[in-house]
């Protein structure tokens, strides 16, 4: 089945250690999002990508990094993990630019130790 | 202008009953309006959604009422269902921008059996 799956579904990593999240869909959709999700609050948006073209989020913290290699993949890279970036990340997909429907992975939640 | 808000924040209804969540923005350059429906320990999948030039939109038990003029709409749970328990986000966005969801703070909601 055509979806966005999102590895690894849990990462626990420690404070001050980089970690990469991936995502990748088999929807050959031409945008990409990334959105953190703490809890019990609504999903925020840090990135965007259409095609190859990065769009940043004003307020997302210069510790967040994105790469879209490719059309199927898209990496959230966190350089310094603090306790506040303990969160579900979540990758979605729009077809194109003009269609309206996004499809969201199941997440990753990251712990902070 | 880009807040969506949405009430109650919690909502506990008796199995069979009618489960409504209501949501008001403020930027009128809004044009698309969906609602998500989120597990714990999973990604939001849409629900319904709706553009403006329609009042209402309906697909099973579930129903968007949109009042362009008041700037709201709602989702109607009909014949609520203990497994339709979950939290439910209410969004905007601008589809020909960046199709970035602007989401509202969202509604758990409890049904009884």
């Known amino acids: 089945d055509a979806m966005v799956i999102q590895n690894p579904r849990y990462q626990v990593t420690q404070f001050g250690k980089p970690v990469t999240l991936s995502c990748s869909q088999t929807?050959?959709?031409?945008?990409m999002y990334w959105y953190q999700q703490k809890s019990s609050q609504a999903p925020k948006l840090l990135f965007h990508?259409?095609?190859?073209?990065?769009?940043n989020e004003a307020d997302t913290p210069d510790n967040f990094q994105s790469r879209r290699p490719n059309t199927s993949f898209c990496f959230l890279d966190i350089r310094s993990p603090g306790l506040g970036d303990a969160a579900m990340y979540l990758c979605?997909?729009?077809?194109?630019?003009?269609?309206?429907?996004?499809?969201f992975g199941p997440g990753t939640r990251l712990t902070v130790l | 202008q880009q807040q969506v808000k949405q009430s109650p924040q919690s909502l506990i209804v008796q199995k069979g009953g009618i489960s409504i969540i209501n949501c008001a923005y403020e930027?009128?350059?809004?044009?698309?309006f969906p609602w998500y429906q989120q597990f714990p320990g999973k990604g939001p999948a849409l629900l319904i959604a709706?553009?403006?030039?329609?009042s209402e939109k309906k697909e099973g038990r579930f129903t968007i009422s949109f009042n362009k003029s008041a700037k709201q709409f709602s989702l109607h749970i009909m014949d609520s269902q203990p497994g339709d328990s979950a939290t439910y986000f209410c969004a905007a966005s601008m589809v020909s921008n960046t199709g970035k969801l602007i989401f509202g703070q969202g509604t758990t909601l409890q049904v009884k059996p």
């Open positions: 990508y259409y095609d190859k073209d990065f769009n």
């Open positions: 979605a997909t729009r077809r194109t630019r003009v269609t309206d429907e996004q499809f």
């Open positions: 930027n009128t350059a809004f044009d698309y």
């Open positions: 709706i553009r403006p030039d329609v």
């Open positions: 929807l050959n959709h031409n945008v």
